[in-house]
């Protein structure tokens, strides 16, 4: 199942990018004006110029939509090069030290979670290169400076870890709530659109299962709603046993669809042995032993064009509408222009 479609995270980033590049790339322009006229301090200078370049450059790509995954780290990691580069050289006259703060942030915004944490211990790390030289000036204030930039450095780090490790969370409890079904947790109808979306092209076999259970509704009416719903959780785990999970979407009510990833005969098999399987098994409510069939239409996808999904369902539909007609419990299909029954 593609969960991009719905997960915008790379969105963000690009956004994060976009603004971040343009700042860094003002600020150091100011920076580098400051460094070459009138501290006089020219390599600094020049280097600082070079990054605003490249980070209008940068700019300029997250705009028309062209930026690539290396721009984020290349932009992230020449700007702390930089930081340390002035910290090592301008020592603590400038106060450039107080940008150090700024890589938690930065790493966690664009890297995410994991890479935030590993960015953020390396700098940290890379960070007591520079300042270690601050202790050779001697005195408690090189001291203080070091303590207290290392705690605010690690509180930063602390709120932008929980933060970014929350965010995570919640994007993850959405994405569910958006695309599985809560009672049986498969995939609901959202996420199939979002599988074959109208731009998504086939370019191998695939078929379509779609599945209702037979008379699902004395299940209901002898034995309760409840056992109704462990009737299709049980069915459930038995799709994803033998499909897996990013295969098995149910559609509502008693009816599922299963992608097949094989062509029409090989998924037309595939479609008499889960019918067999699901016959054969031992569906259980409370001290109830329910004997449980299903009916299949199938459909295969056509490949080398984009799909239109209801055209498949219809078609799909039209298939089980035969089999449920030819006594249930078989599966239907269309193979050059026959069909086939269990």
Same mark, same amino acid.
């Given at each position: 199942?593609?969960?991009?479609?719905?997960?915008?995270?790379?969105?963000?980033?690009?956004?994060?990018?976009?603004?971040?590049?343009?700042?860094?790339?003002?600020? %150091?322009?100011?920076? #580098? !004006?400051?460094?070459?006229?009138?501290?006089? +301090? *020219? /390599? =600094?200078? @020049?280097? $600082?110029?070079?990054?605003?370049?490249?980070?209008?450059?940068?700019?300029?790509?997250?705009?028309?939509?062209?930026?690539?995954?290396?721009?984020?780290? %290349?932009?992230?990691? #020449? !700007?702390?090069?930089?930081?340390?580069?002035? +910290? *090592? /050289? =301008?020592? @603590?006259? $400038?106060?450039?030290?107080?940008?150090?703060?700024?890589?938690?942030?930065?790493?966690?915004?664009?890297?995410?979670?994991?890479?935030?944490?590993?960015?953020?211990?390396?700098?940290?790390?890379?960070?007591?290169?520079?300042?270690?030289?601050?202790?050779?000036?001697?005195?408690?204030?090189?001291?203080?400076?070091?303590?207290?930039?290392?705690?605010?450095?690690?509180?930063?780090?602390?709120?932008?870890?929980?933060?970014?490790?929350?965010?995570?969370?919640?994007?993850?409890?959405?994405?569910?709530?958006?695309?599985?079904?809560?009672?049986?947790?498969?995939?609901?109808?959202?996420?199939?659109?979002?599988?074959?979306?109208?731009?998504?092209?086939?370019?191998?076999?695939?078929?379509?299962?779609?599945?209702?259970?037979?008379?699902?509704?004395?299940?209901?009416?002898?034995?309760?709603?409840?056992?109704?719903?462990?009737?299709?959780?049980?069915?459930?785990?038995?799709?994803?046993?033998?499909?897996?999970?990013?295969?098995?979407?149910?559609?509502?009510?008693?009816?599922?669809?299963?992608?097949?990833?094989?062509?029409?005969?090989?998924?037309?098999?595939?479609?008499?042995?889960?019918?067999?399987?699901?016959?054969?098994?031992?569906?259980?409510?409370?001290?109830?032993?329910?004997?449980?069939?299903?009916?299949?239409?199938?459909?295969?996808?056509?490949?080398?064009?984009?799909?239109?999904?209801?055209?498949?369902?219809?078609?799909?539909?039209?298939?089980?509408?035969?089999?449920?007609?030819?006594?249930?419990?078989?599966?239907?299909?269309?193979?050059?222009?026959?069909?086939?029954?269990?």
């Amino acid at each position: 199942m593609n969960r991009h479609s719905f997960d915008k995270t790379q969105e963000v980033r690009i956004k994060v990018l976009q603004g971040m590049s343009l700042i860094i790339a003002l600020v %150091a322009l100011v920076v #580098a !004006y400051v460094n070459i006229f009138i501290s006089k +301090v *020219y /390599i =600094l200078g @020049t280097i $600082e110029v070079l990054l605003a370049v490249f980070c209008f450059y940068t700019y300029y790509k997250t705009c028309v939509s062209t930026s690539k995954v290396w721009h984020r780290w %290349a932009v992230a990691y #020449a !700007y702390f090069f930089v930081v340390f580069l002035a +910290v *090592y /050289i =301008l020592k @603590t006259d $400038e106060g450039i030290t107080h940008w150090i703060c700024t890589f938690p942030i930065l790493a966690y915004l664009l890297f995410g979670k994991k890479h935030g944490l590993i960015s953020s211990f390396c700098l940290l790390f890379a960070s007591m290169i520079p300042l270690s030289s601050f202790l050779s000036l001697g005195g408690a204030n090189s001291l203080h400076l070091i303590l207290n930039l290392g705690l605010a450095y690690m509180t930063i780090w602390t709120v932008s870890h929980i933060y970014e490790a929350m965010r995570y969370s919640n994007q993850e409890t959405i994405l569910n709530l958006a695309l599985r079904d809560p009672l049986t947790k498969a995939f609901n109808r959202r996420a199939l659109q979002s599988r074959f979306s109208k731009q998504t092209v086939i370019d191998e076999p695939v078929c379509v299962a779609l599945i209702d259970i037979d008379f699902f509704k004395k299940v209901n009416d002898k034995y309760g709603h409840d056992a109704g719903d462990a009737v299709l959780t049980q069915l459930t785990d038995l799709f994803v046993e033998q499909f897996k999970e990013d295969n098995v979407f149910r559609m509502g009510g008693e009816e599922f669809v299963v992608v097949i990833n094989a062509d029409q005969q090989a998924a037309y098999d595939l479609a008499k042995c889960l019918i067999k399987t699901v016959e054969s098994h031992k569906f259980t409510y409370e001290k109830n032993c329910l004997k449980i069939t299903i009916s299949i239409g199938l459909e295969e996808l056509v490949t080398d064009s984009s799909v239109d999904l209801s055209k498949i369902l219809k078609a799909a539909d039209g298939y089980l509408y035969i089999a449920k007609n030819n006594g249930r419990n078989c599966a239907v299909c269309s193979i050059n222009n026959s069909i086939l029954g269990n």
